[in-house]
């Protein structure tokens, strides 16, 4: 076996090398261009809020997100996935949510909270950001029957 190889003339192990580095070049140049598909959405977001004011701007971006909700309202997105929206929280204690989907159905979520009073206003942002490749099941909204509650209604 090693002898073969050995024997092997200078023209095939060019021809070899070639193949081989055109398939680790084409291998790389894949991963590079598909990348987003396998990372899915990302939320990178922080909130301002000036001294004399109440309300709270959340601007950042979700890079691939086709849809973006803030507290289950959706809110608008550029083509390069920039927002920027103005939040009045309640006083005490508020949480405010960031939900993203990209269009292959992976999801992100990010949460920010708020405790504030009179005195002093603290802002913790929840560290533990989860995505997700999973479909988010939405509620029935208040008069609307589920398929459970429709099978049973017919038997």
Request: glycine letters at 8%.
């Amino acid at each position: 076996m090693i002898k073969d190889l050995k024997e092997k003339n200078i023209k095939w192990w060019i021809g070899t090398g070639s193949c081989l580095l055109l398939f680790v070049f084409i291998g790389i140049f894949v991963y590079a261009k598909m990348n987003f598909i396998w990372r899915g959405v990302q939320i990178v977001a922080e909130l301002e809020r000036t001294e004399d004011s109440k309300v709270v701007t959340i601007k950042g971006t979700a890079e691939k997100a086709v849809l973006l909700t803030i507290n289950g309202r959706e809110i608008f997105i550029d083509q390069d996935g920039n927002f920027k929206e103005v939040v009045s929280p309640l006083p005490g204690h508020s949480v405010i949510t960031l939900f993203a989907k990209d269009k292959f159905g992976k999801t992100a979520e990010k949460k920010f909270e708020l405790y504030t009073n009179d005195n002093e206003e603290k802002i913790v942002e929840d560290v533990t950001s989860i995505a997700s490749e999973e479909l988010v099941d939405v509620p029935p909204s208040e008069g609307q029957a589920t398929g459970e509650e429709n099978l049973l209604e017919n038997n």
